[in-house]
């Protein structure tokens, strides 16, 4: 059973819509993030969490926006989305403690194309 | 800031042989990780291998292994009996302690194994 899951796999989006980009963990992580992969760059950090809370934003645009409903989800909506946030967007979580770093396990990613 | 650059953009090689891919990085701080991620042709990011900074031993993970040389910030995988399989994007990735919990990764390195 796959032990991160982002819904969905792939996304059309027109300009100028929002959508939000799902990711569960199931490997009793507490610290979750968000990447994204573009064709012009290498992969990106976008947001990491630790128990719910937000604990580094690297995304300069506020259109991002993670949430947390629980400790295992981290959401990620968009709001106003141009052709340029055509990217795959990578989930990844970790058991990360104060002082102590430790892997990052990646989700299957979401393919946005938005037109 | 952090930057990891990878300069060998492919290489192709004959299964069955040792390959070495290259990764340097950049850092203020006096402890670190270091990460190898590959990314097969489905787009699925992998784990395969970590080097942290205060260990001198070079870690080892079934075929694949590291060549850490902290004193030219310098961290290759090297991965022996290469298999079809093998073949993939292989990330350099590094952790420290100025960039909390992200990654920052190199732009990656396509590895080619021909029959």
């Known amino acids: 059973d796959p032990k991160i899951i982002q819904k969905p796999k792939y996304l059309v989006a027109v300009t100028g819509s929002e959508k939000i980009l799902i990711c569960e963990q199931y490997?009793?992580?507490?610290?979750m993030y968000w990447y994204r992969q573009s064709a012009k760059k290498p992969l990106e950090f976008m947001f990491s969490?630790?128990?719910?809370?937000?604990?580094d934003n690297q995304t300069a645009s506020s259109r991002f926006q993670p949430q947390s409903s629980k400790k295992n989800h981290l959401d990620l909506q968009i709001t106003a989305l141009k052709p340029d946030d055509s990217a795959t967007y990578f989930c990844?979580?970790?058991?990360?403690?104060?002082?102590?770093?430790?892997?990052?396990?990646f989700g299957p990613g979401t393919r946005l194309l938005v037109l | 800031a952090q930057k990891v650059t990878q300069t060998q953009t492919s290489i192709s090689v004959v299964e069955k042989t040792t390959v070495t891919m290259d990764c340097v990085y950049e850092?203020?701080?006096?402890?670190?990780?270091l990460f190898w991620y590959k990314q097969t042709a489905s787009g699925e990011i992998v784990f395969l291998i970590r080097?942290?900074?205060?260990?001198?031993e070079n870690a080892t993970v079934g075929h694949y292994s590291l060549n850490f040389q902290k004193p030219k910030s310098s961290i290759g995988l090297i991965i022996t009996a290469t298999q079809i399989e093998d073949s993939a994007v292989y990330f350099c990735?590094?952790?420290?302690?100025?960039?909390?919990?992200?990654?920052?990764f190199g732009k990656g390195t396509q590895l080619i194994i021909q029959p």
């Open positions: 990844a979580s970790s058991q990360a403690q104060t002082g102590v770093q430790d892997t990052q396990y």
């Open positions: 490997l009793g992580h507490n610290a």
């Open positions: 969490y630790s128990y719910q809370k937000l604990m």
């Open positions: 850092t203020r701080d006096s402890s670190y990780f």
């Open positions: 080097q942290d900074s205060y260990k001198k």
């Open positions: 990735a590094m952790r420290d302690t100025e960039g909390a919990d992200r990654l920052t």
